[in-house]
C-alpha cells in the first residue's frame, strides 16, 4: 500500500491543530482514508471536537476518518510487542520500573519512536497501520526539529545494528518526497512567519526538504482604503474598527510580501467568525489546496 | 497603582502553552515591579527580536540591566542559555573534570542537552535557581518554555531526574568488565532479560553508547537529586507564585481549568491568571448595534467580528467564574501593534495594574 504522510507544524499557537484537522478532513473526502496523529500526552481533539476520548488506537470521527494520540511511550511499547511476540516477556519488560523510567527520557528514545510508528507503513516493518493517508498535527518548531533530527543522530551515534538500520530508514522515508509533505503554519504576525522562514530553511539545509507554508487567519476583505480612511473620522465605534482593519491589513500586506520571499509554496487561509468547531474544519478544509 | 500586588513573591513563574504570549506577559510583570520598586530580574526562554532589543539582551546571554529605565526599582533581564546551563550544571556535578569532558562528548549528551523534550525545563529551573540563591534580586520572574501544555512544565524535571536515577546505570554497569561480558554483573535475572530484548531490538552499539551515556552521568546524580528537592522546596514554597497565561479559546479555556486544579494538587500556589490578547481594543461588547450607513462592507465586518466576538464573550465568563475561586484574573485587550520598545511594555503592565484595580 502507498500511504502518504503528512506532517504539519509551526510556532505555538498559528492554528496548526485546526489546520491538521481540515487537511485530514479535505483527504477523507477525495475518498483517502486517513489517520489523524496528535503527538504528546493529552488530546487537544478530545476537549476541542468534544469526543468521548482519543487514545493510542484510531476513533473514527468522520467517514474515512479518525483520529489518534502518539506518545513515544506506547509507540515504543507496540513495536517492541510486535516482535517480542512472548506476552509474558514484553510484560517483564514495560513493567519493569527502571524501564519504564528509561523509555520517557532516554535521549532521543520517544521521539525515534514516534518517527518510527509514523513511517512504519512506507518501510513496511512492525504492525500494521491501515490508512492511505497520515495527517501529523506534529510538536512546535524547536520540538519539531528535535523530532526530525533523532532518526540522523541516532543513526550516527548507532551505525550498527537494527537501531542503526531502522533509523537510516525512518532517515530515508522521512527525505522522500513521494511519500512525505510538510506544512508550516503561520499567521499574518511577525513573529510566526520569522520562525516559519528559519524552519523553511532548516528543513532545506539538513533534510533537503521543501517545506509549503500556510499562512492562516488572513482578513480577506475587498474594501477600498478610501472607504476605511472615510469611516474613521466618524469618531464612534465603527470609525474606531476602520482604523483597527487598516492598521491590520497594512501589516498583513507587509508580511504577506516578506512570507512570498520565502522560495515556498505558499497559500492563505481566510480568518474565519466561526467559533464552532466542525463548521471551521470544514470552511478550511474547502479552500485548502 | 496596587502595591501589594506580588509583594511578598520572591520568584514568579509564568506558564502557558505555546503562542500565547508568554514572554510578553512575563517582562510586563517585571516592569510593574520595578516601578513598585523592586530589584526585579526577568529570565526569558526565545524573546520576540523587537522584546529582546526592548529588554537590551539581543546576542547577549548574560544577566543586563534594561536600558533606558527610569523605575523607582532595578530592571534586569536574561535569556536562559540552554547548553551552557545543562553544560555548567554538569561541570558542577561531576566530580572529575575529565569526567564532565566524557559526557561533554557522548552523543546521546549532546542530543539530550538542545532541545529535546523535558532538558529545556529542567536548565530554565536550574537558571532559576541558581539566580535566586544568589539573592542578588528581589523577585524572578521566569517565562517557561513553550510548551504544548501548560501542565508539561511542571512534569517535565521528574522526569529527567529519572535519568539520573541510580538503578539505570546500574543495569550498565560492570564493574570486573570481563567475568561474563556486558551484563555479566547484573544480579536479576528478570532484569539481565529486559536487557536482552532491548539490545535484540536496538543493537549492542546502541546498549553501550546508552550504557556509556549512563554511567558517566550517574556520577551527577547525587548533586541532582538534591538539587530537585531543593528547587521542589523553593517550586512550592509560599513566596513562590505561579501565573497561567492562557489566550481565549475554548480548548485553551479548557486545559486553564485543568492547570489550575493540577497545579493545587501539587501544592504550587497559583495567583494570577492572566487571558492575553481577549478583544481587540476597539471593542466595546457593551454599545449598542447601531446601524451606520454608508459603509455597508465595513458594517458587516464590523458585526461579523461582533458577534464572533461576543459568543466569545460567553465562553470566557462561564470560565471567570469558576477560575475566581482560585487566582484573580486579569484580561488583556488584543493592542494589535508589535511591543518595540519600553514604553510599549509600561502601556501594558499599566493595563494589568488597572486590570488589578478592577478586581
Given at each position: 500500500?502507498?500511504?502518504?504522510?503528512?506532517?504539519?507544524?509551526?510556532?505555538?499557537?498559528?492554528?496548526?491543530?485546526?489546520?491538521?484537522?481540515?487537511?485530514?478532513?479535505?483527504?477523507?473526502?477525495?475518498?483517502?482514508?486517513?489517520?489523524?496523529?496528535?503527538?504528546?500526552?493529552?488530546?487537544?481533539?478530545?476537549?476541542?471536537?468534544?469526543?468521548?476520548?482519543?487514545?493510542?488506537?484510531?476513533?473514527?470521527?468522520?467517514?474515512?476518518?479518525?483520529?489518534?494520540?502518539?506518545?513515544?511511550?506506547?509507540?515504543?511499547?507496540?513495536?517492541?510487542?510486535?516482535?517480542?511476540?512472548?506476552?509474558?516477556?514484553?510484560?517483564?519488560?514495560?513493567?519493569?520500573?527502571?524501564?519504564?523510567?528509561?523509555?520517557?527520557?532516554?535521549?532521543?528514545?520517544?521521539?525515534?519512536?514516534?518517527?518510527?510508528?509514523?513511517?512504519?507503513?512506507?518501510?513496511?516493518?512492525?504492525?500494521?497501520?491501515?490508512?492511505?493517508?497520515?495527517?501529523?498535527?506534529?510538536?512546535?518548531?524547536?520540538?519539531?526539529?528535535?523530532?526530525?533530527?533523532?532518526?540522523?543522530?541516532?543513526?550516527?551515534a548507532v551505525q550498527f545494528g537494527p537501531m542503526g538500520e531502522q533509523s537510516r530508514s525512518i532517515d530515508a522515508c522521512i527525505?522522500?518526497?513521494?511519500?512525505?509533505?510538510?506544512?508550516?503554519?503561520?499567521?499574518?504576525?511577525?513573529?510566526?512567519?520569522?520562525?516559519?522562514?528559519?524552519?523553511?530553511?532548516?528543513?532545506?539545509?539538513?533534510?533537503?526538504?521543501?517545506?509549503?507554508?500556510?499562512?492562516?487567519?488572513?482578513?480577506?476583505?475587498?474594501?477600498?482604503?478610501?472607504?476605511?480612511?472615510?469611516?474613521?473620522?466618524?469618531?464612534?465605534?465603527?470609525?474606531?474598527?476602520?482604523?483597527?482593519?487598516?492598521?491590520?491589513?497594512?501589516?498583513?500586506?507587509?508580511?504577506?510580501?516578506?512570507?512570498?520571499?520565502?522560495?515556498?509554496?505558499?497559500?492563505?487561509?481566510?480568518?474565519?467568525?466561526?467559533?464552532?468547531?466542525?463548521?471551521?474544519?470544514?470552511?478550511?478544509?474547502?479552500?485548502?489546496? | 497603582?496596587?502595591?501589594?500586588?506580588?509583594?511578598?513573591?520572591?520568584?514568579?513563574?509564568?506558564?502557558?502553552?505555546?503562542?500565547?504570549g508568554k514572554t510578553t506577559v512575563a517582562a510586563s510583570l517585571a516592569v510593574l515591579a520595578a516601578k513598585e520598586g523592586r530589584?526585579?530580574?526577568?529570565?526569558?526562554?526565545?524573546?520576540?527580536?523587537?522584546?529582546?532589543?526592548?529588554?537590551?539582551?539581543?546576542?547577549?546571554?548574560?544577566?543586563?540591566?534594561?536600558?533606558?529605565?527610569?523605575?523607582?526599582?532595578?530592571?534586569?533581564?536574561?535569556?536562559?542559555?540552554?547548553?551552557?546551563?545543562?553544560?555548567?550544571?554538569?561541570?558542577?556535578?561531576?566530580?572529575?573534570?575529565?569526567?564532565?569532558?566524557?559526557?561533554?562528548?557522548?552523543?546521546?549528551?549532546?542530543?539530550?542537552?538542545?532541545?529535546?523534550?523535558?532538558?529545556?525545563?529542567?536548565?530554565?529551573?536550574?537558571?532559576?535557581?541558581?539566580?535566586?540563591?544568589?539573592?542578588?534580586?528581589?523577585?524572578?520572574?521566569?517565562?517557561?518554555?513553550?510548551?504544548?501544555?501548560?501542565?508539561?512544565?511542571?512534569?517535565?524535571?521528574?522526569?529527567?531526574?529519572?535519568?539520573?536515577?541510580?538503578?539505570?546505570?546500574?543495569?550498565?554497569?560492570?564493574?570486573?568488565?570481563?567475568?561474563?561480558?556486558?551484563?555479566?554483573?547484573?544480579?536479576?535475572?528478570?532484569?539481565?532479560?529486559?536487557?536482552?530484548?532491548?539490545?535484540?531490538?536496538?543493537?549492542?552499539?546502541?546498549?553501550?553508547?546508552?550504557?556509556?551515556?549512563?554511567?558517566?552521568?550517574?556520577?551527577?546524580?547525587?548533586?541532582?537529586?538534591?538539587?530537585?528537592?531543593?528547587?521542589?522546596?523553593?517550586?512550592?514554597?509560599?513566596?513562590?507564585?505561579?501565573?497561567?497565561?492562557?489566550?481565549?479559546?475554548?480548548?485553551?479555556?479548557?486545559?486553564?481549568?485543568?492547570?489550575?486544579?493540577?497545579?493545587?494538587?501539587?501544592?504550587?500556589?497559583?495567583?494570577?491568571?492572566?487571558?492575553?490578547?481577549?478583544?481587540?481594543?476597539?471593542?466595546?461588547?457593551?454599545?449598542?448595534?447601531?446601524?451606520?450607513?454608508?459603509?455597508?462592507?465595513?458594517?458587516?465586518?464590523?458585526?461579523?467580528?461582533?458577534?464572533?466576538?461576543?459568543?466569545?464573550?460567553?465562553?470566557?465568563?462561564?470560565?471567570?467564574?469558576?477560575?475566581?475561586?482560585?487566582?484573580?484574573?486579569?484580561?488583556?485587550?488584543?493592542?494589535?501593534?508589535?511591543?518595540?520598545?519600553?514604553?510599549?511594555?509600561?502601556?501594558?503592565?499599566?493595563?494589568?495594574?488597572?486590570?488589578?484595580?478592577?478586581?
Amino acid at each position: 500500500m502507498k500511504q502518504e504522510i503528512h506532517f504539519v507544524t509551526g510556532k505555538g499557537g498559528v492554528g496548526k491543530s485546526v489546520i491538521a484537522a481540515a487537511l485530514a478532513l479535505k483527504k477523507s473526502k477525495e475518498g483517502k482514508k486517513v489517520l489523524l496523529v496528535e503527538l504528546g500526552d493529552q488530546s487537544f481533539f478530545k476537549d476541542f471536537l468534544d469526543l468521548p476520548e482519543v487514545g493510542y488506537q484510531p476513533t473514527a470521527i468522520a467517514p474515512n476518518l479518525s483520529v489518534a494520540l502518539w506518545t513515544g511511550e506506547a509507540c515504543l511499547q507496540e513495536y517492541a510487542r510486535h516482535f517480542i511476540k512472548v506476552e509474558s516477556l514484553a510484560k517483564l519488560f514495560f513493567e519493569n520500573a527502571v524501564m519504564k523510567a528509561f523509555i520517557n527520557v532516554a535521549p532521543a528514545l520517544p521521539e525515534l519512536a514516534i518517527m518510527g510508528k509514523v513511517t512504519s507503513g512506507p518501510r513496511k516493518h512492525g504492525p500494521a497501520l491501515p490508512f492511505d493517508c497520515l495527517v501529523v498535527d506534529a510538536f512546535a518548531t524547536g520540538h519539531f526539529i528535535a523530532l526530525l533530527e533523532a532518526p540522523k543522530g541516532m543513526a550516527q551515534a548507532v551505525q550498527f545494528g537494527p537501531m542503526g538500520e531502522q533509523s537510516r530508514s525512518i532517515d530515508a522515508c522521512i527525505r522522500n518526497k513521494d511519500l512525505t509533505s510538510y506544512h508550516i503554519v503561520t499567521l499574518p504576525e511577525e513573529l510566526p512567519v520569522k520562525e516559519a522562514t528559519e524552519l523553511f530553511q532548516r528543513l532545506k539545509a539538513e533534510f533537503e526538504i521543501s517545506a509549503d507554508l500556510i499562512m492562516n487567519k488572513v482578513i480577506a476583505t475587498d474594501l477600498p482604503l478610501a472607504s476605511l480612511k472615510e469611516a474613521q473620522e466618524e469618531g464612534s465605534d465603527l470609525g474606531k474598527f476602520a482604523a483597527y482593519i487598516e492598521h491590520q491589513l497594512e501589516h498583513q500586506r507587509a508580511i504577506l510580501e516578506k512570507a512570498k520571499q520565502v522560495p515556498s509554496d505558499l497559500q492563505t487561509v481566510p480568518l474565519y467568525f466561526e467559533t464552532n468547531a466542525w463548521p471551521l474544519i470544514q470552511k478550511i478544509a474547502e479552500v485548502l489546496r | 497603582m496596587s502595591s501589594t500586588l506580588f509583594q511578598d513573591t520572591k520568584v514568579l513563574i509564568c506558564v502557558g502553552s505555546g503562542g500565547v504570549g508568554k514572554t510578553t506577559v512575563a517582562a510586563s510583570l517585571a516592569v510593574l515591579a520595578a516601578k513598585e520598586g523592586r530589584r526585579v530580574l526577568v529570565l526569558t526562554i526565545d524573546p520576540a527580536k523587537r522584546l529582546a532589543q526592548t529588554l537590551g539582551i539581543e546576542g547577549s546571554k548574560d544577566i543586563t540591566k534594561v536600558p533606558g529605565q527610569n523605575f523607582a526599582g532595578e530592571l534586569y533581564a536574561s535569556v536562559i542559555d540552554h547548553k551552557k546551563t545543562f553544560d555548567d550544571f554538569v561541570a558542577r556535578a561531576a566530580r572529575k573534570a575529565e569526567s564532565a569532558e566524557k559526557i561533554y562528548k557522548n552523543r546521546l549528551y549532546q542530543q539530550l542537552s538542545t532541545n529535546l523534550s523535558g532538558s529545556q525545563e529542567f536548565t530554565a529551573l536550574e537558571k532559576l535557581y541558581s539566580c535566586y540563591e544568589s539573592g542578588e534580586f528581589d523577585l524572578i520572574i521566569l517565562d517557561t518554555p513553550p510548551t504544548k501544555h501548560a501542565i508539561d512544565f511542571l512534569h517535565a524535571p521528574q522526569k529527567l531526574s529519572a535519568l539520573f536515577n541510580e538503578g539505570v546505570a546500574k543495569w550498565f554497569r560492570d564493574p570486573e568488565g570481563k567475568k561474563s561480558g556486558f551484563f555479566g554483573q547484573l544480579l536479576q535475572t528478570g532484569t539481565r532479560q529486559v536487557l536482552k530484548i532491548l539490545e535484540s531490538l536496538t543493537g549492542s552499539t546502541f546498549i553501550h553508547e546508552l550504557g556509556d551515556f549512563f554511567i558517566n552521568i550517574e556520577q551527577c546524580q547525587e548533586q541532582l537529586l538534591k538539587r530537585t528537592v531543593d528547587v521542589h522546596r523553593l517550586l512550592v514554597a509560599p513566596s513562590t507564585q505561579f501565573c497561567l497565561v492562557t489566550s481565549f479559546d475554548q480548548a485553551k479555556l479548557k486545559e486553564a481549568e485543568y492547570f489550575s486544579r493540577e497545579i493545587k494538587k501539587g501544592g504550587y500556589h497559583l495567583t494570577t491568571v492572566v487571558l492575553n490578547r481577549v478583544f481587540p481594543y476597539w471593542l466595546d461588547l457593551r454599545s449598542e448595534d447601531k446601524s451606520q450607513k454608508g459603509h455597508a462592507g465595513l458594517v458587516s465586518l464590523y458585526s461579523q467580528m461582533r458577534s464572533y466576538y461576543n459568543q466569545r464573550d460567553l465562553i470566557y465568563q462561564q470560565f471567570e467564574a469558576n477560575i475566581r475561586k482560585e487566582a484573580r484574573v486579569f484580561r488583556i485587550p488584543d493592542l494589535v501593534k508589535d511591543i518595540s520598545d519600553l514604553r510599549g511594555l509600561e502601556e501594558l503592565s499599566g493595563l494589568i495594574a488597572e486590570g488589578e484595580k478592577k478586581a
